[in-house]
């Protein structure tokens, strides 16, 4: 309306004043406090004007002033969130007209734009996956969009390196590419377009901070593989030494910020913990905890002050945990023990509590495991004292422990025997010594549950407890002891598979000193009688545990750690016996391989392929047959379609 009047304006009849709408509708959408009803309003206006001005032009009408609408066009569908026509609107000013001011800023939307696209249908992907019922043709629509974003990324992206070479819009567009080669799973790839962002550039420091990330995140991921698919020593090695080198130099340039008024981001915290976790696992936990406490960017210091930028993800809980790790290595245990009250204090107990402590054991056990392999002893050693101080100290406790404090110090004196266990017969001295530790804190925790009400977080809260100090008997060679807690939780909770689990692995451990127990791990134990099914195994064995978890998705890793079992038990079965009585049972732990090659040719995946791979080989080299494993199967087959 005229400014104080009634009347409305006349709609523009030039381009001119259709563009001079246009620009008043793009201030009006900028004034301070306006509603988003309001802003949206504004938006619908300015772009109407831009389409009639567009509709108008005249030949006296210059390209600059055309592109100037044309740019309008490209930001207010960005901010409109129709990404594709400020994509298309954004390109075409940056490719056609590439001198122009326009062009740069054409560029910048288009590149957004693509990159918004991408991650929203990859987002899009993930959660019609994760749906009880996805719909395929969704998934495909989804996977379609990220495809054709992620190209028109990627190529929009070069252009803009090649034109602006050593520019801020070249540096945004190799940052861009980075986070592609980063959802990639790329990290070597992202080292490379990180070498193309000027040392000087603002976007440098972010760009080292996502760099580094990914390489630890690629070695963690790798370190993790199976013994045969693992990457060697030393490649996992630089791996670590590169994230190291480009996070410092990333901490380092963002910490100016910070130094200079800055206030530190979730990137740099996130960073800050990835650089503290490399030392951690490398046995340097003096480095770790400089950087954990750093007064200015130091994560543990500022989630310990609340800091806003700890507020995203689990940074907390993961701080806390990395922390807990490093102080206690350091046996700087006062500090170690207000790092556990503030875990247990944000967590609240509970299931969740739980396993973040057997996920800390976890960490524990592969990082010790990760430093004897790579010669680490002394490292290994120190870690290990430093633990076992500190867990002692807080078993000892009088008062102040809970559940879930004791499972932890009993988990954790569990892993600590478990990186010392090679497996097999025989647990070196100190192996024994924390399983024994691990098993007197287990007992424990199950005499408080039974003689202090409330003391176990829910009703058998203990049964977990007894599983696990089952684990701990069996590696200690006790198998009637084990097999006896067991079958005290079988007898009521007949179908909980954890159990009956591990008392097929106590059986199993039990034939290297008693080959019959080979029988009795394949066939079941423990016959109780029943009313309605008169008498019964209460351990099932491997046959039947596979037959009862064979239909179930979330025990499918179950159904094929039973059927391997089960072969390999046979296997074993067949190697006690004089070699004459040796061939049916060879024969039969050839065939339960085969029964699975048959039904599931993937085998369960790579996990378990190579564990069966490998066991064919075995029972073929006893039964003095070529040791061809699952190929040889899989190319018979393949060749008599």
Known sequence: KLLGGTDELAEPTTFAEASDRARDELDRMQTPGLEPEEVAEARAEAVKYCRMAMRMRTPEVTTAQVNVIRHYLAYLYWSSNNLYEAAVMGEF????????????????????????LFFEAVKAKKTETAKSTPEQSEIDRWDGIAAFARNRL?????????????????????????????????????????????????????????????????????????????????????????????????????????????????????SVLSLAQTYINAGEAHKAVVWLDDPKIGVMTLVTAGHPATDQGNIRIQTRMAALRAYVAMEELDKAEKVMNALEESIGGGAKLTRIYISLGRQLEEQLKDLRAAGKNQQADKVSQGFELFLSRISQQEKGNTFNSLCWVAGTFQSLGAALDPGGTNVPAKGQTYYGKAVDT????????????????????????????????????KHKEALDLLVEILKIRNQMVTAQVEAAYTYQAWGE???????????????????DKGAVFLVWGWGKTARMVARSPKHRDVFFEARYNLALCRFKLAKSKVKAAQRATLLQAQ???????????????????????????????????????????????????
Request: aromatic letters at 6%; glycine letters at 8%; a positive charge.
């Open 93 to 116: 000013l940056a490719r056609r007209y590439s001198s122009s001011i326009e062009a740069r800023q054409g560029a910048r939307i288009a590149l957004v734009a693509y990159a918004r």
């Open 154 to 270: 990627i190529g929009i992206a070069k252009y803009m390196t090649e034109l602006w070479k050593g520019e801020s819009e070249a540096d945004e567009a190799w940052m861009m590419l980075i986070r592609i080669a980063i959802h990639d799973g790329k990290p070597k790839t992202a080292q490379e377009d990180l070498a193309n962002i000027p040392t000087e550039s603002p976007r440098r420091g972010e760009a080292e901070l996502k760099t580094g990330q990914s390489l630890w995140s690629a070695y963690l991921k790798a370190s993790r593989l199976l013994d045969n698919e693992r990457p060697p020593r030393a490649q996992l090695d630089a791996l670590v030494a590169q994230a190291q080198q480009i996070l410092e130099a990333g901490i380092t340039r963002m910490r100016k910020t910070v130094e200079a008024g800055g206030e530190p981001t979730y990137t740099l915290l996130a």
């Open 442 to 477: 287990y007992r424990k925790i199950i005499e408080l549950c039974k003689s202090q009400e409330g003391f176990a977080p829910q009703a058998h809260a203990d049964d977990s407890v007894k599983i696990r100090l089952a684990q701990c008997l069996r590696r200690l060679g």
């Open 513 to 531: 000193r008693k080959p019959g127990a080979y029988e009795l791990a394949i066939k079941g134990g423990r016959k109780v009688e029943t009313k």
């Open 591 to 641: 065939k339960d391989i085969l029964v699975v090659n048959r039904l599931y040719p993937e085998m369960g995946g790579t996990k378990w392929y190579g564990k069966f791979d490998e066991l064919l080989k075995k029972i073929q080299t006893l039964r003095e047959v070529p040791a061809t494993g699952l190929k040889a199967l899989e190319k018979k087959s393949a060749s008599s379609k």
